[in-house]
C-alpha cells in the first residue's frame, strides 16, 4: 500500500516499469489525449500497485486516469490492449517514433486556460519560436472567407478557448468596481447605532449582477455564404459549452438550432441541421425572421438582462420599415442589440445597403465580425 | 475512518450496503481513495452515481457533505457567509464601549461569524475526512467550474477578510455529472473520470433481487429484458435503475405476476416521463413483449 502514499515520489519504483508507462503516455498523445507529468506519475503508481496483481484492475485504472469522456474511454481500450497485452499474431503498439514533445508544465493556480492540449495550444506555442508575424495572430485576424479547411479545425480550438476565456472573464469585468456581495460595513453601522434597540437594519453593497443570457440569430442566406458556416461553427461551441444561450438561423424564414447545435458531435449537428432544410442560401427577409422571433420565441427566449446579437451582412430583401420595425420589437425585449457585420471588415465598405441603412439608427452597437478578432470584442460590448 | 485493504474488499462493502457495482468502478473508487484525486462520475440519470458517494461514505464510515449543483451557485451559498445578525449584535455590544471602529471590524469579521457553507464545512472538518459530493455539477455556471478548479488543486479555500484556510484531512472528492452540457477540460484533468454505463442485463437482475426480494425469478427477469430493449430505442429520457425498481415494486403491489400489453399501458408511468416516449413505447410494444416474454 505504499505506493500510494503521497509523499513518496514515483522515481522510487523501479525504472523499466517506469519507462513503459511513459511509452505508454506517448502513444496516447499521439492519440489526442491529454496526458500530463501527474498523469504519468500517478500512472507509475497504479502500474507498481496493480500490473501484475489484477491485469483488468490496472486497465480500469489506467483509463480513469488518462480519460476525460466516454468517447476516450472508447478509445483508450483498444489502444492499452494494443500496448500492455497484444492478442496473439497483433503487433505491439509503440511509441510514435519521433521525439517525445516536452511534458507540458501545469499552469500555477487558477483555470488553466489551455482547455485544448492539441493544436490550439501548439498554435500558441509557435508563436514563441517564429518571428514576424505569429500563426496565431494570422489565425485570430484571418478572414473567415479565407480559411482553409486544415485552419478551420486549429480555429476552432482557438475559438473554444477563446470564448472560454471570455466567459471566464465576463462576470468579473460585469462586477466591475463598486460591487461587493458584502455587508456594508460603515453604512449599515451608522443606520444601526441610530436605531437604539430596534429591529436590525442591514445595508449592502449593491446586487451581483449577473451573467446576461444571448440571443444569436445568424444569416445562412447566400449572400453569406462564406462565412455562415464558420460561424455556424462557432455557434456551436458556443451552444454546446454555455446554456444561457439561444441560437436561430435565418434567410427566408426562421429556425431555433438551440436543441440541433447542443449535439454531441460538430458532424452530428451539421447534419441535423441539413436535416431540416432551412431555406439556405435564397433570399433574406430579415424583417420577417426578426418578428418571427418576437412572437414564436420572444416570451421564452427574452430576459431582461438578455443581449442580442444578429449576424448578418444586412444585404436585406425586404421591407426596410419591416426590418426597423422588427428591430424595434427586438429592442423592447432585449437590453442590447448589437449587429455584426462580416462585411464592415472589407476595407471602404459603407453601411449603405437599403436594409443595414435603416437598422443602424436602432441597433447599440454595430461591429465587424469577419474574423475571431472582432468576435471575441464582444466580450467588450457585453460589459457595457 | 474504516479502510478496506484491496478490491475484493471494497466490493464486499458495497455489496453489504446494497450496491452492485461494476468491477470498472471500482479500481477508480479505490484510487480516489489512494492517489487523493477526486473523482468524477458521469453516466444517464438513475445509473447509480449519487448513491455512489452515499455508500461509500457509509463504507468509509464518515461524513458525507452534498453540494447539489445549479444555475446561480455562488460563494454565499457554497463555501461561506457572514452571519450578519450576529455581527450586528456584536456591533451593538460594542456601542458602548470605545473600541475603534476599526478594531470592531477586524473582530466582526473572525471565524467565529462565519457560516460554513458545504464546501468550507468539508475544507476544516475537523476529524479525519469526509466524502464531498458535488453532485449534478454540469446544472453550474461556468464561473463556479473555474472556482472548484482552484478548490479541487490544493484543497484550499480563500477569504479575503480572514485568509486562506487549507484542508487538514483533504475531502475524498465525488463529482456526477448527467453531461447536459460539457465540463471545462481543466476540471476534468483534475479528476479520475469514470463512465457508469447502464448495468449489464444480469447486473440489473441481482440489483433487482437485493432491493426487490420479493419478486420471483421470473419476473426480475422479464423486467430487465423490457427495460433493456427500452434502453435501446431513441427515448428522450430512456429509463434508469430507479425506474426499473420502481416499475418492480409497481408491479408487485399490483399483485402482477407477468407482463402483457395492459399491465404495460397501466404501468407504463413509471418507467417512461414523456408523452413523445409513450409514442415510441406504444409503435414498439408488440417487439418488446415479444423479447421480454422468451
Ligand atoms: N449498481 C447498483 N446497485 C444497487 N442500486 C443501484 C445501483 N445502481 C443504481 N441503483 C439504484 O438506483 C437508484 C438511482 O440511483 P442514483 O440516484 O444514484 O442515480 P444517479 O445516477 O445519481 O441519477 P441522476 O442522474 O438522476 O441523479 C437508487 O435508488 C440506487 O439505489
Ligand atoms: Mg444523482
Redesign the interface.
Given at each position: 500500500m505504499s505506493q500510494f502514499s503521497r509523499s513518496q515520489s514515483a522515481s522510487d519504483f523501479h525504472e523499466p516499469l517506469r519507462a513503459k508507462v511513459v511509452g505508454f503516455s506517448h502513444v496516447l498523445r499521439h492519440h489526442g489525449f491529454q496526458v500530463g507529468l501527474r498523469e504519468t506519475e500517478d500512472a507509475v503508481r497504479v502500474a507498481a500497485h496493480f500490473l501484475c496483481a489484477d491485469f483488468a484492475a490496472f486497465r480500469d485504472g489506467l483509463r480513469s486516469l488518462y480519460c476525460l469522456s466516454q468517447e476516450e474511454c472508447g478509445t483508450f481500450d483498444p489502444l492499452f490492449e494494443g500496448y500492455w497485452a497484444p492478442p496473439d499474431g497483433a503487433s505491439r503498439i509503440t511509441p510514435p517514433s519521433t521525439a517525445p514533445r516536452k511534458e507540458r508544465r501545469e499552469f500555477p493556480g487558477g483555470l488553466d486556460l489551455t482547455t485544448g492540449f492539441g493544436d490550439a495550444a501548439d498554435v500558441e506555442q509557435s508563436t514563441r519560436t517564429t518571428s514576424g508575424a505569429s500563426t496565431l495572430e494570422v489565425l485570430r485576424t484571418m478572414d473567415f472567407s479565407q480559411v482553409t479547411p486544415v485552419d478551420q479545425v486549429r480555429l476552432e480550438r482557438l475559438a473554444a478557448r477563446l470564448w472560454r476565456r471570455m466567459y471566464v472573464n465576463l462576470p468579473r469585468r460585469l462586477r466591475g468596481a463598486n460591487w461587493k456581495n458584502r455587508l456594508h460595513f460603515r453604512r449599515t453601522m451608522r443606520r444601526n447605532l441610530s436605531q437604539g434597540g430596534d429591529p436590525l437594519y442591514l445595508v449592502f453593497a449593491g446586487r451581483k449582477p449577473r451573467r446576461p443570457r444571448l440571443v444569436v440569430m445568424l444569416d445562412v442566406s447566400g449572400s453569406m455564404e462564406l462565412y455562415s458556416f464558420t460561424f455556424l461553427r462557432l455557434l456551436y461551441v458556443l451552444q454546446r459549452r454555455f446554456r444561457r444561450v439561444h441560437s436561430f438561423v435565418f434567410s427566408t424564414a426562421l429556425e431555433d438550432v438551440s436543441g440541433v447545435l447542443a449535439a454531441r458531435s460538430l458532424g452530428g449537428a451539421l447534419a441535423a441541421l441539413s436535416r431540416k432544410r432551412i431555406g439556405w442560401n435564397g433570399g433574406t427577409r430579415i424583417g420577417d425572421c426578426l418578428h418571427a422571433l418576437v412572437r414564436e420565441h420572444g416570451g421564452r427566449v427574452f430576459r431582461q438582462d438578455s443581449v442580442f446579437i444578429i449576424l448578418s451582412d444586412g444585404l436585406d430583401t425586404g421591407e426596410p420599415e419591416r426590418l426597423a420595425d422588427g428591430l424595434k420589437a427586438i429592442g423592447k425585449l432585449a437590453r442590447k442589440v448589437i449587429w455584426l457585420n462580416p462585411l464592415l471588415g472589407i476595407a471602404g465598405y459603407e453601411p449603405i445597403a437599403r436594409g443595414m441603412s435603416t437598422a443602424l439608427p436602432l441597433v447599440d452597437v454595430f461591429a465587424p465580425a469577419h474574423n475571431l478578432e472582432s468576435l471575441l470584442d464582444i466580450e467588450r460590448y457585453l460589459v457595457k | 475512518m474504516k479502510r478496506f485493504?484491496d478490491?475484493e474488499a471494497l466490493d464486499a462493502g458495497f455489496r453489504r450496503l446494497g450496491y452492485m457495482a461494476e468491477?470498472?468502478l471500482?479500481?477508480?473508487l479505490?484510487?480516489l481513495t489512494?492517489?487523493?484525486?477526486p473523482?468524477l462520475l458521469?453516466g444517464h440519470a438513475g445509473v447509480g452515481k449519487t448513491e455512489t458517494a452515499k455508500v461509500l461514505a457509509q463504507l468509509l464510515g464518515v461524513e458525507l457533505i452534498r453540494l447539489q449543483c445549479h444555475?446561480?451557485l455562488?460563494?454565499?451559498s457554497t463555501i461561506y457567509e457572514?452571519n450578519?445578525?450576529k455581527?450586528?449584535?456584536a456591533?451593538?455590544l460594542h456601542?458602548k464601549s470605545d473600541a475603534s471602529?476599526e478594531s470592531?471590524?477586524r473582530h466582526i469579521f473572525g471565524p467565529e461569524f462565519l457560516l460554513e457553507r458545504p464546501l468550507l464545512r468539508a475544507v476544516t472538518h475537523k476529524d479525519g475526512p469526509v466524502v464531498l459530493l458535488i453532485d449534478e455539477v454540469d446544472r453550474a455556471?461556468?464561473?463556479f467550474e473555474?472556482f472548484l478548479?482552484?478548490l479541487l488543486?490544493?484543497f484550499q479555500i480563500t477569504i479575503p477578510e480572514v485568509g486562506t484556510i487549507t484542508a487538514t484531512h483533504p475531502p475524498f472528492v465525488v463529482l456526477t455529472s448527467n453531461?447536459?452540457?460539457?465540463l471545462?477540460?481543466?476540471l476534468?484533468?483534475r479528476c479520475?473520470?469514470?463512465?457508469i454505463d447502464y448495468p449489464s442485463a444480469e447486473r440489473e437482475r441481482e440489483i433487482l433481487r437485493h432491493k426487490v426480494p420479493q419478486i420471483t425469478e421470473d419476473l426480475a427477469r422479464q423486467v430487465v429484458e423490457l427495460v433493456q430493449s427500452l434502453r435501446g430505442l431513441q427515448l428522450e429520457k430512456p429509463p434508469g435503475v430507479a425506474e426499473t425498481l420502481d416499475w418492480a415494486i409497481a408491479l408487485l403491489a399490483l399483485g402482477l405476476t407477468g407482463l402483457d400489453e395492459e399491465v404495460l399501458q397501466a404501468t407504463k408511468g413509471c418507467l417512461l416521463k414523456s408523452t413523445e416516449d409513450f409514442r415510441v413505447l406504444q409503435s414498439q410494444l408488440g417487439s418488446l413483449l415479444a423479447a421480454a416474454g422468451d
Open positions: - | 485493504s478490491l468491477r470498472s471500482l479500481t477508480p479505490f484510487l489512494r492517489l487523493g484525486r473523482l458521469e444555475e446561480g455562488d460563494v454565499n457572514w450578519y445578525q455581527q450586528l449584535l456591533i451593538k456601542e471602529p470592531i471590524e455556471d461556468e464561473e473555474a478548479l482552484e488543486s490544493d453531461r447536459t452540457r460539457e471545462s477540460d481543466a476534468k484533468r479520475l473520470y469514470h463512465w
